[in-house]
């Protein structure tokens, strides 16, 4: 069916044909679904992660699919490393960055009690403190330009906790206020800072999660949708927070969860 001239005036409030979109740690998990997303959308989309061989490939796979895509191998904990790789893309090709997906995110499970500062310090390092340099770095060329968009994958555990999760948790909740400064200071530039708490998601990464039979009984139990996440299902929400849909939404956090946090 063809659209009629108002619904395809609505389409284009999602189109991203034009725009260039960093997601950092998309060589794998849910960073490389967005990274996919926002590709089908149209955007030109920047591959990032520490494995430059890694990222290389999935450039590769882009390619070979036809979805316009460069990597950038960039450790996001090293903030040298973030201002000269950055500086390095904008002046080499890339462009100025239209959209910046924050996504990186690792764990280090232990009780608070016998937790080390080790551990605590690299979650925060990579969950939080990243996308602050990330985002100042790409904010700065946003605010001459008057238009950006800011997309920062925070978590359940923004505001919910669980037992081991304590650096992680802080990090998160941290990453979900940070979001409402960004908007509170960033706003008046034309620049959306918005985030996404995902749920449980099947992924690569959370494959050994999701094959733990009691596990997975304890998720599908506790999420009313009682199935975890397909990694395509963060796609419209990514979308949405890139388009011209959100113009007018700002320092908002997305659940995308099947109703956990709905849920007692």
């Known amino acids: 069916m063809t659209p009629t001239p108002d619904a395809a005036q609505g389409l284009t409030l999602f189109d991203l044909r034009g725009r260039v979109a960093l997601i950092t ?5 849910l960073g490389r679904s967005i990274a996919t997303g926002l590709a089908r959308a149209g955007a030109s989309v920047v591959i990032n992660g520490r494995d430059a061989e890694r ?7 882009f390619t070979a699919a036809r979805l316009a895509a460069t990597g950038l191998a960039m450790d996001v904990t090293d903030e040298a490393s973030v201002v000269r790789e950055l500086s390095h893309a904008r002046d080499g090709g890339v462009g100025p960055i239209d959209i910046l997906v924050n996504n990186v995110g690792v764990h280090r499970r232990a009780p608070l009690e016998d937790m080390s500062t080790q551990a605590w310090q690299a979650v925060l390092d990579a969950n939080l403190t990243s996308a ?12 001459e330009r008057k238009s950006g968009k800011i997309i920062n994958i925070c ?3 923004s ?7 304590g650096n992680y948790a802080a990090a998160k909740g941290g990453l979900r206020m940070l979001t409402r400064a960004m908007a509170v200071e960033w706003a008046r530039h034309n620049i959306q800072i918005n985030g996404i708490a995902p749920g449980y998601f099947a992924t690569e990464l959370t494959r050994e999660l999701v094959e733990d039979d009691e596990f997975n009984r304890w998720i599908c139990g506790r999420t009313p949708a009682h199935r975890w ?3 395509d299902e963060l796609v419209g929400a990514a979308i949405y927070f890139a388009s011209q849909a ?7 956090v997305l659940y995308v969860d099947g109703g956990l946090t709905a849920a007692i």
């Open 25 to 29: 740690g998309s060589a794998q998990g």
């Open 55 to 61: 990222v290389a490939e999935a450039v590769e796979d």
């Open 132 to 143: 602050f340099t990330v985002s100042r770095e790409v904010a700065r060329g946003m605010i």
């Open 155 to 157: 978590s359940l555990m």
């Open 159 to 165: 505001d919910l906790g669980r037992p081991t999760t």
């Open 229 to 231: 996440g397909q990694p």
């Open 246 to 252: 959100s113009s007018f939404v700002n320092g908002q």
